[in-house]
């Protein structure tokens, strides 16, 4: 399920955790998408752009677009390196730029955005930018707008989070067990019963997706009852 | 009269020796460091497996450079023994356990420094003395402590702050003191602490523009320092200044991408994990901090209380760069215990007093 989860638009949570990082599913998605001939924009809040390029090779970058929020997102610096109208601006001018055909946004993060702008108005846009303010029939399958949105869980309420879950068609909450990742996937559709579904998986150094196998029962630790539960600490481990 | 030592340093010293007959073959140029050949001072490759005499051409002895003859004098066994910690600075077996040295620091990254229910200071200071004897150009904000207080800790870990602040090395910016001065300045004269004289205490970018102008490359044919560092001591202070979470958080930000990615620096910080307070600033802050780190170090206090031997333990979890399939150990463990002049680690459980 997880390689399918391109095939739907719409807003796509990727939930990670300070131990299970998110941003290496999200390139990997990235690239997926530009391996399909979409159209790739990222807005890099989190991570410089050299950073965010790193580990892709030419053909994947030349297809890539970043959008500049990294080095200096409040115009503090001087010359001013800031992208025009602030953050609130540069995520609306995404819409413009993805008019005709398929395309990726990815939002690297979404907890960058939602520190730096009130939550109903980064819903709003972001309702707009996934363009679910149209009808399903209304937009070919070819020309679905897909964002992929990075969120760090531990970094906002319960609020902001339930706000951004009921806009999401499909989100990817990750997680694992003795170094193997894994991805639980809720998945939304139109007058379908929500699916819910969990996928182990490794990501090669190439950022090329490889699913796996269960790990087998005998290698998961027994739960110890002197040691504190890590169920909801802040800390990350 | 064979050759000896007093002999050797005579002609060293310009003296020729009153009298100087060689028993047997003449001596090798180069006078081995074989523990034979400098009991007998006679050099004539005694024989042994290690006696480099044996290798080399047998020469007139006069060939000796002097300084072969200093270093054997100096040197009471064929090899040196280790530097002391003064001599390095810094906690070496910390250093170990990073896999890290001052020649070879990396650059361009983010450290965390965390705390909880312990006292993580000491690795505020491993880093303040490992930078400097790094020759980085260091730049610490000192929120906590005076700045008597680090230089009396570095003298400990064998740096001189105040020699590194006058050559140019070291920029402090001492909190409490300056935390007065903000009183008493014109309103519009810039202050690095303004955020203070504020009701709304707003953002940190005064605080910002002086770490830059402090760590900013100086343009010269030559560079004199090998990258810039920021050291932040701590910045759970500035929540308890009335300063929101997403406000440090940019702080950092605007740091790491100056210094981190642009001028090629690295930048550390420590902050204080509130535990089960339930702080939810602080939380955010150390979460927001982590996501943004490429290397985290912890230091926690034991569960079981307070321990005359093992003063904590640390954990260090390395996060970036990303590495999705490495073997790689991203997490290591190590209780701790802190003395004088250094810090020792080891397994858990495995305390020189347990066992």
Request: proline share 7%.
């Amino acid at each position: 399920m997880l390689e399918s989860l391109l095939a739907v638009g719409g807003l796509m949570l990727l939930r990670d955790s300070v131990e299970w990082e998110g941003r290496s599913l999200l390139k990997a998605l990235v690239k997926k998408s530009a391996l399909r001939g979409e159209q790739v924009h990222v807005l890099g809040c989190e991570v410089s752009e050299e950073e965010f390029r790193e580990g892709f090779d030419s053909n994947i970058n030349s297809r890539l677009v970043y959008h500049d929020l990294f080095r200096d997102p409040l115009s503090w610096s001087k010359p001013g390196k800031a992208l025009p109208g602030g953050p609130l601006e540069a995520l609306r001018a995404l819409d413009k730029r993805t008019v005709s055909g398929p395309a990726t946004i990815a939002l690297d993060s979404l907890s960058w955005l939602l520190h730096h702008l009130p939550c109903p108005t980064l819903c709003q846009t972001l309702h707009a930018l996934s363009r679910q303010d149209s009808c399903p029939g209304d937009t070919p399958p070819g020309e679905q707008v897909r964002v992929l949105g990075l969120l760090h869980e531990e970094l906002h309420g319960p609020g902001p989070l339930g706000a951004l879950s009921s806009l999401a068609q499909t989100e990817v909450t990750l997680s694992g067990m003795m170094g193997q990742a894994s991805a639980q996937i809720l998945c939304r559709r139109p007058r379908q019963r929500p699916t819910h579904q969990t996928q182990w998986f490794s990501i090669l150094p190439d950022f090329s997706l490889e699913l796996q196998a269960e790990p087998p029962l005998e290698s998961q630790p027994r739960s110890d009852p002197h040691t504190p539960s890590t169920a909801g600490s802040t800390a990350p481990w | 009269m064979a050759w000896s030592w007093e002999a050797l340093w005579e002609w060293n010293a310009g003296k020729k020796p009153a009298q100087l007959r060689v028993q047997g073959p003449r001596p090798c140029a180069r006078l081995c460091a074989c523990a034979e050949c400098n009991r007998s001072a006679r050099f004539i490759g005694c024989g042994q497996r290690n006696c480099a005499c044996a290798l080399l051409p047998r020469v007139p002895v006069w060939w000796v450079l002097p300084s072969s003859l200093r270093s054997i004098r100096d040197s009471p066994s064929s090899h040196p023994g280790p530097p002391c910690v003064l001599e390095l600075g810094m906690f070496p077996e910390l250093n170990n356990l990073l896999n890290t040295t001052p020649e070879g620091a990396e650059q361009g990254k983010l450290t965390l420094l965390c705390d909880a229910k312990t006292d993580g200071s000491f690795l505020v200071h491993h880093f303040l003395s490992f930078y400097l004897k790094a020759n980085c150009k260091v730049c610490l904000v000192a929120l906590i402590q005076s700045f008597s207080h680090y230089n009396i800790v570095g003298q400990k870990l064998g740096v001189s702050l105040t020699a590194a602040r006058e050559r140019g090395q070291l920029v402090v910016l001492e909190g409490l003191k300056s935390g007065v001065d903000v009183f008493f300045r014109p309103r519009e004269e810039p202050h690095p602490l303004q955020f203070l004289r504020e009701a709304n205490a707003g953002d940190l970018q005064p605080l910002y523009a002086f770490v830059r102008d402090a760590l900013q490359p100086v343009d010269s044919g030559e560079a004199a320092w090998r990258c810039p560092v920021l050291l932040v001591d701590d910045l759970s202070v500035l929540l308890s200044l009335g300063v929101g979470p997403v406000a440090v958080l940019d702080f950092v930000h605007y740091c790491r991408a100056t210094v981190c990615q642009e001028w090629k620096g690295n930048v550390v910080c420590l902050v204080h994990d509130s535990g089960d307070t339930e702080d939810e600033e602080s939380d955010v802050l150390l979460n927001g901090l982590s996501h943004q780190s490429h290397l985290i170090l912890r230091a926690e206090g034991l569960a079981t209380g307070f321990c005359k031997d093992v003063h904590g333990q640390l954990r260090i979890l390395w996060r970036r760069p990303l590495q999705p399939t490495t073997h790689r150990d991203r997490s290591l463990t190590y209780q701790y215990k802190i003395q004088d002049k250094s810090v020792s680690f080891f397994a858990k459980g495995m305390s020189p007093a347990v066992l």
